[in-house]
């Protein structure tokens, strides 16, 4: 079965009448008898991050060897955190073919191994006629002990489980519609990355995610770590180095030399929005300077429905970002 032919028949086509062609019979849609599953039947990740089983059988001539083939694909649509089955636009269409390859008359669904979810369609060919079927993979939410437990696994990563809990409210999935959570600059599920850009079963698979997460959060550790000791060995503490990873995490740095008095301290000219997560002023700009928080935000909070452009005053800063994790 060629590439052509399987997009063809997971496309749900018709009848494919090439001459030589090795498919000859192909009903759209589902197509053919099928034992299991159902057609667009649902299937859901576990709480554990276990791909469910999901045992795939047509109704043909046990005698005869099958080719088989998948295709899963998910169109990833924005959802912030609040709990809908409603979605904005869709970001990024994501999919991933299997290998074709021969097997008996059932098949087990395996993935490669890989925890994802979205639109599984099947295609087994048995001599001259071609089945497809199709169902639905959907998430299941960990509880936040189960994910707290699994963080407390990794060595070298204090504050990341809280800064997690700002990211995603300790959440993979949208409980409304068992996907998972998409914000609108391509982060997904519990701890929203976004740079280095996550793969397909990062944001699928909890575990994979925070596998992830914990990567990049000790490397973003280690650049604090570097930038606090500067090149005078100077001193800090435990507090300012996790202030200045959870900073770095969403952007910029937390700190400034005090060179007259000698030690770190929170960025000044940095003026947060205490009524957001990581929105706030450069309080050295002339039109911000002199204004207080209520008036800057009065001025400013219309225009929070899209991200910032050079022409607004207010901006996303992870030295908000960092003292709203701090306090939460």
Same mark, same amino acid.
């Given at each position: 079965?060629?590439?052509?032919?399987?997009?063809?028949?997971?496309?749900?086509?018709?009848?494919? #009448?090439?001459?030589?062609?090795?498919?000859?019979?192909?009903?759209?849609?589902?197509?053919?008898?099928?034992?299991?599953?159902?057609?667009?039947?649902?299937?859901?990740?576990? #709480?554990?991050?276990?791909?469910?089983?999901?045992?795939?059988?047509?109704?043909?001539?046990?005698?005869?060897?099958?080719?088989?083939?998948?295709?899963?694909?998910?169109?990833?649509?924005?959802?912030?955190?609040?709990?809908?089955?409603?979605?904005?636009?869709?970001?990024?269409?994501?999919?991933?073919?299997?290998?074709?390859?021969?097997?008996?008359?059932?098949?087990?669904?395996?993935?490669?191994?890989?925890?994802?979810?979205?639109?599984?369609?099947?295609?087994?060919?048995?001599?001259?006629?071609?089945?497809?079927?199709?169902?639905?993979?959907?998430?299941?939410?960990?509880? /936040?002990?189960?994910?707290?437990?699994?963080?407390?696994?990794?060595?070298?990563?204090?504050?990341?489980?809280?800064?997690?809990?700002?990211?995603?409210?300790?959440?993979?999935?949208?409980?409304?519609?068992?996907?998972?959570?998409?914000?609108?600059?391509?982060?997904?599920?519990?701890?929203?990355?976004?740079?280095?850009?996550?793969?397909?079963?990062?944001?699928?698979?909890?575990?994979?995610?925070?596998?992830?997460?914990?990567?990049? +959060?000790?490397?973003?550790?280690? #650049?604090?770590?570097? +930038?606090?000791?500067?090149?005078?060995?100077?001193?800090?503490?435990?507090?300012?180095?996790?202030?200045?990873?959870?900073?770095?995490?969403?952007?910029?740095?937390?700190?400034?030399?005090?060179?007259?008095?000698?030690?770190?301290?929170?960025?000044?000219?940095?003026?947060?929005?205490?009524?957001?997560?990581?929105?706030?002023?450069?309080?050295?700009?002339?039109?911000?300077?002199?204004?207080? /928080?209520? /008036?800057?935000?009065?001025?400013?909070?219309?225009?929070?429905?899209?991200?910032?452009?050079?022409?607004?005053?207010?901006? +996303?800063?992870?030295?908000? +970002?960092?003292?709203?994790?701090?306090?939460?």
């Amino acid at each position: 079965m060629s590439d052509n032919e399987f997009k063809q028949v997971a496309a749900g086509a018709k009848a494919n #009448e090439t001459k030589g062609s090795l498919v000859k019979v192909v009903v759209k849609n589902s197509s053919g008898s099928w034992k299991s599953p159902a057609e667009g039947e649902k299937f859901y990740i576990d #709480e554990n991050g276990v791909f469910p089983r999901i045992f795939f059988q047509p109704e043909v001539d046990e005698s005869r060897k099958c080719i088989w083939k998948w295709e899963i694909k998910w169109a990833a649509a924005t959802s912030g955190l609040r709990e809908s089955k409603k979605r904005g636009r869709t970001i990024k269409n994501w999919s991933q073919t299997g290998k074709e390859f021969e097997g008996t008359t059932s098949w087990t669904a395996d993935l490669n191994g890989l925890c994802l979810g979205g639109t599984l369609i099947v295609v087994v060919k048995s001599g001259t006629t071609t089945l497809r079927r199709s169902v639905q993979i959907l998430g299941t939410n960990p509880t /936040e002990d189960k994910i707290r437990e699994y963080i407390a696994t990794f060595d070298n990563i204090p504050g990341f489980d809280r800064l997690v809990a700002q990211e995603s409210k300790l959440k993979q999935f949208i409980n409304a519609d068992h996907e998972p959570i998409v914000a609108f600059d391509g982060g997904y599920g519990l701890t929203q990355l976004t740079d280095p850009k996550p793969k397909y079963n990062e944001a699928w698979d909890w575990k994979a995610n925070i596998r992830a997460g914990v990567a990049l +959060y000790r490397t973003k550790r280690k #650049e604090a770590e570097i +930038y606090l000791k500067g090149g005078e060995k100077r001193t800090f503490t435990e507090e300012q180095l996790q202030l200045e990873t959870w900073c770095r995490w969403n952007s910029g740095h937390y700190h400034e030399w005090d060179k007259e008095n000698k030690k770190w301290i929170r960025n000044p000219a940095i003026l947060s929005d205490n009524e957001t997560a990581n929105i706030g002023w450069d309080m050295t700009k002339e039109e911000n300077k002199g204004k207080s /928080e209520q /008036e800057l935000h009065k001025r400013d909070k219309d225009e929070y429905t899209k991200p910032p452009t050079k022409k607004n005053l207010w901006r +996303y800063s992870g030295v908000v +970002y960092a003292d709203h994790v701090k306090q939460n």
